[in-house]
């Protein structure tokens, strides 16, 4: 619990196209040795690690085995349950993983695989249907900021993806500006609590007031130990979605041990 309406914050790990299953093993095992020497208190956080799919199977048996306390979710998902949909990965297969959480409309996907608004929509719809959590990623270029300000496009994004979306449902909000992603250049906390609390408007408005006190928005771009507690002072941010800074064990630990370095 936090002071964020009581929310559990969220550092989740997008892994991207990194560390195979073996690789996998050795950081996740670090990972939860460092937090446990450090004396972390694995309730005040949420962990969440997005492998790639070719590690999923490895990271839930270890999770499962050593009883550490992380969430695990899935980098993508398809919008069919089944069938000749070559190369796809049903969310009903990841569902059998036990992976509680998907990521949903990350920017690479949009510009890479040419994922439409129309498709992340049916993308958290299928992740609804087979009980798993989007986690929704919206955020604007930098010709976006330019023409149109940090907010507009992840505002229009977010209403397009929870279009079909039930009243009361859990989706977790991802603002991930384009031009902070990789780039070593965060945005401000003052930004993203701005664009935070748009988005938990968005949410309101689509699914309605308890589930937007509810919902988890997260900010993600350039994360790192250094300036993440800046972040999660904002009243609307609620954790962090956190791309290369997460690949390093140590540095992983000490950005989800935020709370240690609060007022630093
Ligand atoms: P970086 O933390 O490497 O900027 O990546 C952010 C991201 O895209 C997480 O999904």
Redesign the pocket.
């Known amino acids: 619990m936090n002071e964020n309406g009581g929310r559990t914050p969220l550092i989740?790990g997008?892994w991207?196209m990194n560390l195979d299953h073996l690789q996998a093993v050795a950081f996740v095992q670090k990972l939860h040795w460092t937090l446990k020497d450090a004396k972390h208190e694995a309730d005040s956080v949420e962990v969440g690690l997005?492998p790639p799919f070719t590690d999923l199977r490895t990271v839930q048996t270890l999770l499962d085995a050593d009883k550490i306390p992380f969430e695990l979710g899935a980098q993508d998902l398809s919008a069919h349950d089944s069938g000749a949909y070559t190369g796809e990965v049903s969310g009903a297969f990841l569902a059998k993983l036990a992976c509680r959480y998907v990521?949903i409309g990350?920017?690479?996907r949009r510009a890479y695989h040419d994922e439409t608004d129309e498709v992340v929509a049916a993308k958290v719809a299928a992740a609804h249907k087979h009980g798993l959590v989007p986690v929704i990623?919206v955020g604007e270029t930098a010709e976006d900021l330019e023409a149109h300000g940090s907010s507009a496009v992840p505002v229009a994004q977010l209403t397009a993806a929870l279009a079909g979306v039930a009243a009361g449902a859990e989706v977790v909000v991802?603002y991930?500006p384009v031009w902070?992603?990789?780039?070593?250049q965060?945005a401000t906390p003052d930004q993203a609590q701005d664009v935070a609390a748009k988005l938990r408007a968005v949410v309101r408005e689509a699914i309605g007031d308890e589930a937007a006190a509810r919902t988890r928005v997260l900010y993600?771009?350039?994360?790192?130990s250094s300036n993440i507690a800046g972040f999660m002072r904002e009243p609307d941010v609620d954790g962090a979605?956190?791309?290369?800074?997460?690949l390093v064990p140590e540095e992983f630990a000490a950005i989800i041990r935020y709370q240690n370095h609060v007022g630093v």
């Open positions: 989740a997008n991207k997005f990521i990350h920017s690479e990623c991802a991930e902070a992603i990789g780039s070593g965060a993600g771009g350039s994360v790192k979605l956190v791309g290369g800074a997460s």
